[in-house]
């Protein structure tokens, strides 16, 4: 199996008057823009994904159809609340397919729980590995996903994804 981690992209600023429940604060347009240009930079590293899984939280939601549309994936994205801040790394792990170790799945999420998860994914414990909005990195699982069994395969900030992006949508 094969997790890629992709933090939201940046979202418009917290205002309570516009937003009276900051989960549905949404990404600002030069966010999605951004998260478009990464977006473009995966699809240059992964060949195929096979399912995005997103915190619930509109930026994180906006965030993964970035990436469905992007990356070209078949299905819809679906939501987890596990993903939300402060939700379960145990909990989310439980839920990944054990019989699926062919796959790559993209988790969206939010900082601090998205890089303790990296941690707790490749040391077994929740050393954070803090990700960049719109940045990314992929663990690889020589068999399910599970504390400490993963390898990291590559860490991205955005801005080195956004490279990658912008080389493909000028040579497109």
Not at 77 to 96: K, V, Y
Not at 144 to 168: I, S, T, V
Request: with cysteine.
């Amino acid at each position: 199996m094969r997790l890629i981690l992709f933090r939201h992209g940046h979202a418009d600023e917290a205002d309570p008057a516009r937003w009276p429940d900051d989960r549905e604060r949404p990404l600002s347009a030069r966010g999605a823009e951004r998260t478009a240009d990464a977006a473009r930079g995966l699809a240059d590293l992964e060949e195929s994904v096979t399912r995005v899984i997103t915190s619930p939280l509109c930026r994180a939601r906006e965030t993964a159809r970035i990436l469905v549309d992007v990356l070209a994936v078949d299905a819809p994205f679906e939501t987890h609340d596990a993903l939300a801040p402060g939700g379960s790394a145990r909990r989310l792990l439980e839920t990944l397919p054990a019989d699926h170790v062919d796959d790559t799945l993209v988790l969206v999420g939010h900082e601090p729980d998205l890089g303790k998860l990296a941690g707790t994914l490749l040391f077994g414990a929740p050393k954070p590995i803090p990700l960049k909005k719109a940045g990314a990195c992929a663990i690889v699982f020589d068999g399910p996903a599970a504390p400490g069994a993963g390898r990291l395969a590559w860490f991205l900030p955005p801005r080195a994804l956004r490279r990658l992006g912008k080389h493909l949508k000028e040579h497109a």
